[in-house]
């Protein structure tokens, strides 16, 4: 059986400071969950806010790393690498590193389902921001004190974040382990 570690929860929706200047490298959320088949899901969500419709944000001087941890001891034991890139025909698509059980990188276009072998998949993409949050009541509960949070104001409703989301085998992915921390980080390339 493998458990998901209650971790450290943490997700940046446009309100840390700067975080408009480099969007391609805002992290929204991660999201992983095992599914039915024996396989691990992680989904990276970033540049968020945008307009429904909007072209995805890709950039390829950003490097994604989705980081598992399956022996609880909070040091990363796999590390997946994903990054954009153009090819000769000026069309993005992605390429991912270190998927476990893949046969080697994963790779193919954006906007399209691309298979690594044994079941192991990578997709980016935009996606409906799956985020649920009163944005203008957190703002009025910082202003007043008082709670102003609305449960029917959505205000991540009808936007759009670039996804990338990466399908991998449960068992390569838990090492022969019962609990798994998984976190993400981005990093600008040439960047200190």
């Known amino acids: 059986m493998l458990f998901m570690n209650d971790g450290v929860y943490a997700a940046d929706h446009a309100d840390a400071p700067g975080s408009g200047a480099d969007p391609a490298a805002d992290i929204g959320d991660l ?24 072209p995805a944000t890709y950039d390829a001087e950003v ?13 990363a034991n796999i590390d997946i690498w994903c990054r954009f890139g153009l090819n000769m025909a000026m069309e993005w698509g992605i390429q991912c590193l270190n998927v476990p059980g ?10 399209t389902t691309n298979e690594g072998g044994n079941g192991t998949m990578v997709y980016a993409g935009p996606r409906e921001n799956p985020f ?7 703002d009025g509960t910082l202003m007043s004190g008082d ?12 936007t759009n974040v670039t996804a990338i989301v990466v399908e991998m085998d449960a068992a390569a992915a838990a090492g022969g382990g019962t609990t798994l921390e998984v976190w993400t980080s981005t990093g600008r390339l040439g960047a200190p």
């Not at 709670?147 to 009808?158: Q, Y």
């Open 31 to 54: 999201y992983a969950w095992r599914t039915d088949s024996d396989t691990l899901v992680a989904v990276v969500t970033f540049a968020g806010l945008a307009e429904a419709g909007a």
């Open 102 to 111: 893949a046969d080697g990188p994963v790779d193919g276009p954006v906007d």
């Open 132 to 138: 649920f949050f009163d944005f203008e009541g957190f």
């Open 63 to 75: 490097l994604y790393g989705i980081h598992i941890d399956n022996t609880g001891n909070g040091v």
């Open 147 to 158: 709670l102003m949070f609305d449960p029917m104001n959505d205000t991540f409703a009808g």
